[in-house]
């Protein structure tokens, strides 16, 4: 899950890490601001779930209250890289004397935290690291020896950053580090990480990445999924306990397996065919008619998609059950022109087959993965299944 801005300083106040004055607003007016006490100018940043908002027209500089207020109203509700600006946070602007970059994350290559450090940060970083990568440090942190004074040393050295900040980065790095360990983060991100003119470092933008699998023990981050852009169906696919997983938007095929490794598989050969996915369910194991049926049903319920795979390997999950629970949400769907493929091996496989034959409902049974993929190909091209 990715937080706002403004939730990720939340974190950051908690650590200790500086951040600046500010307030959150979701309505256009300059009451709030006011109450606010902020001393002028300020910066007005949308808060959405993407970077590069500077470049798009999400950061903007007010010299005064109304023209705060002016601003406000523009941005409240603008659109950013396809995600809209419900809550703008204000913030005292900084006088800042360079911009650099910090980061955490999980590296799967190293099997480690990495941290990656630049005094060339900013809005183009991504230019640096195309044109300067010299000026950028990805050290991986040994996770038993923690941040070593030869972490920082190195990051700063290698990257020809100004040692007289050596302490003060260090006890930025420390503090994230131990906030990407506590909130289960795949990412922490400070860019810019300021320095003011007296020196101090000062976080003025914040990214953070939680890995999802981790929130029933984050109640404080839960909480802030009510702020989130979050696409319908994940959350009416959540509220029943299932993981919904967008794909491709212009895909209008839907993938359904009991397992993540056979959902993927089953997406590889469905593109290799030249088809795309729309969306992904994972229905778990054990699955009962009642459940097929809901997560079959949130498929269909969604209007780009017209074909429906399940793929079962049957195990603690029965394949009676899954024919059971396609059939009840196959004759509840309104829209006749949607088609459900099902492949099933395993426990009582063939009672399953009888099940869908006397049904008559548009599903097709198909053999193993291939052949599933080809009656889906077939279909689409006006062959039949
Ligand atoms: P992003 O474009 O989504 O990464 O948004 P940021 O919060 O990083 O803001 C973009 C840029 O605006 C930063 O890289 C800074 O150059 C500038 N900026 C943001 N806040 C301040 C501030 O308080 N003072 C100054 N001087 N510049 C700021
Ligand atoms: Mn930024």
Known sequence: MKLLEYQAKALFEKYDIAIQKGVVIDAAGDEKIRAADLRFPVVIKAQVQTGGRGKAGGVKFAETPEEAAKLCGEMLGMDIRGFTAKELLVVEKKDIA??????????????????IFSPLGGMDIEETARTNPEKIAKVPIDPIRGVQDYTISYAMDKTGADRRYKDGLKEVVEKLYRMFFDYYTMLVEINPLAIDDEGR????????????NALPFLPDITAFRDKLQE???????????FLFIPIEDEGNIAVMS???GMLMSCIDLISKKGMKVHAALDLGG?????????????????????????CIFGGITRCDEVARGAVIAMRANEAADKHLILRMEGTNKEEAAKIVAESNLPITVAEGIPNSVEAMYRLKNGKGA
């Open 258 to 260: 009991n397992g993540s």
């Open 201 to 212: 470092l000062i976080a003025l933008d914040g990214k953070v990445e939680v890995d999802d």
């Open 98 to 115: 360079k911009e650099w970059y910090l980061s955490i994350m999980l590296d799967r290559y190293s099997k480690s935290p990495l941290l």
């Open 286 to 310: 054990g699955a009962t008619a009642e459940r097929i049926a809901e997560a079959v049903r949130i498929m269909l319920g969604r209007p780009k998609i017209d074909t429906v795979f399940i």
């Open 231 to 241: 696409d319908p169906q994940v959350i009416e696919a959540r509220n029943v306990n």
